[in-house]
C-alpha cells in the first residue's frame, strides 16, 4: 500500500475515533434523567409528605428516564431557615414551605397569616384559585422564586401545656412557637403572650422541655410531630390556616426543555389535586387519633369563646392592611360564603 494511502486512513481512523470520543459522552448526557430534589419539613403521612412522593411518581411516569425526583421528608435535606436559600442558590429545585414563611420575599403572602380571614378550608381554596390568589404565585418572580400550585393542610388549632384554654386570658404571658411571620407574632403579642420563631424540627423538643409552653398548627401536623403527646389541650379555635405554596428556582425552570417543563407542569397539577383530596381526610383522621390517644384533651369551644379569641385577634389586620393591600384582603373576604 502506498505510504500517502496509509497516512490517509490513520488520519482517518483518528478523526473517527476524536469523533466518538467527543459524541460519547453527548450522547450519555442527552440519555442522563434530570435529578430533581424536593425537600420539605413534615412527615410522609401527611397531605404535603403524600403530595410530593405523587409528585415523584407522576413526573417519572408522564417523563420515563427523563427525569429522576428525589423526595426529602422532615428536613432531612433543609430545614426551615435554610430551605428557600438552598432553593436560590440550586440546592434543591422544589419546595413547598407553608405560606407563613415567605414574609421575607413578599409582604403580599402575609394574607394567609390573618387571624380568622377565611372561615375554613373551603374558603381558603377559593381565594388561591381566584385571580388574585393566583397572582400570588408570581408575586415572587423578581426574587428567583415561582410558584407552581397551592397545597392544602388545614385549618389550625392551639394548644399548651395547661388545663385551660377556652379564652383569649388563658394565653397570657404563656410562650409560644410560632413559624417564622411577624404577623404571627403580632396575633400572639396581641393576646398577651409570648410568641418565639423556631424551626418545626424544633418544636416537638421545645414543648417537651417546656422552652415553650404551646403551639399552633393542623391536627396532621400535630399527630405526626406527636406534639399531642407533651401538650394538655388543644382548643379547636380554626383561628388561621397552615398551607403551602410549592415554589421552584424561576431561572432553573425557566432554562428547562419545554418537553420537561410541560411534563412536570402536568406532574404538579396531579399532585395538586392529590394533595388537596386527602388534606381534609388526613386531617380529620389524625384529629380521631389524637382524641383516641388520651393524652391531651381536645377543647370544643363555644361560640362566645370563639367570639372573644377572634375580637382579641382581629386587630392584627389594621396593622398589616398597608403591606398587604386592602384590595387583596376584600378579595380574600369575598372567598367566604
Ligand atoms: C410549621 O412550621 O408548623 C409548618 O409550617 C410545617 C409545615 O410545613 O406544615
Known amino acids: 500500500m502506498p505510504k500517502h494511502t496509509i497516512l490517509r486512513r490513520h488520519v482517518l481512523a483518528t478523526a473517527a475515533a476524536v469523533a466518538a470520543a467527543v459524541a460519547l459522552p453527548g450522547v450519555v448526557c442527552a440519555q442522563a434523567p434530570i435529578v430533581i430534589k424536593f425537600s420539605h419539613v413534615v412527615a410522609a403521612n401527611t397531605p404535603k409528605g403524600q403530595g410530593a412522593l405523587r409528585f415523584k411518581e407522576a413526573a417519572e411516569r408522564i417523563l420515563p428516564g427523563k427525569v429522576q425526583v428525589q423526595v426529602f421528608p422532615s428536613s432531612s435535606l433543609f430545614g426551615d431557615a435554610k430551605e428557600l436559600e438552598a432553593l ?22 402575609q394574607i394567609f397569616d390573618l387571624p380568622f380571614l377565611f372561615d375554613d378550608i373551603d374558603a381558603v381554596d377559593r381565594f388561591q384559585s381566584s385571580a388574585a390568589g393566583q397572582s400570588l404565585l408570581t408575586s415572587m418572580k423578581n426574587r428567583g422564586l415561582l410558584g407552581l400550585g397551592y397545597w392544602h393542610n388545614g385549618m389550625k388549632q392551639l394548644s399548651t401545656n395547661k388545663d385551660k384554654l377556652t379564652r383569649p386570658e388563658d394565653v397570657k404571658g404563656l410562650k409560644f412557637r410560632i413559624q417564622a411571620s411577624d404577623v404571627l407574632e403580632a396575633q400572639f403579642r396581641g393576646l398577651n403572650a409570648n410568641p418565639q420563631k423556631m424551626a418545626f424540627a424544633e418544636v416537638y423538643q421545645a414543648l417537651q422541655t417546656g422552652v415553650v409552653d404551646g403551639q399552633e398548627n393542623t391536627w396532621s401536623n400535630t399527630y405526626s410531630q406527636k406534639f399531642h403527646e407533651v401538650q394538655k389541650t388543644i382548643a379547636e379555635t380554626n383561628h388561621g390556616v397552615i398551607d403551602y405554596m410549592v415554589v421552584t428556582n424561576a431561572k432553573w425552570w425557566d432554562g428547562l426543555p419545554a418537553d420537561i417543563r410541560k411534563g412536570l407542569t402536568e406532574a404538579m397539577k396531579e399532585a395538586t389535586q392529590h394533595s388537596n383530596k386527602l388534606a381534609d381526610e388526613l386531617n380529620e ?23 372573644a379569641w377572634r375580637k382579641s385577634m382581629e386587630p392584627v389586620w389594621k396593622k398589616f392592611e398597608g403591606d398587604i393591600g386592602r384590595d387583596l384582603i376584600d378579595a380574600a373576604l369575598k372567598s367566604n360564603k
Request: charged letters at 40%.
Open 285 to 307: 383522621a389524625d384529629r380521631k387519633k389524637i382524641e383516641a390517644a388520651g393524652k391531651a384533651k381536645i377543647q370544643k369551644l363555644a361560640k362566645e369563646d370563639v367570639a
Open 88 to 109: 436560590l442558590l440550586g440546592d434543591v429545585q422544589f419546595i413547598a414551605p407553608s405560606l407563613s414563611k415567605f414574609d421575607r420575599y413578599t409582604k403580599k403572602i
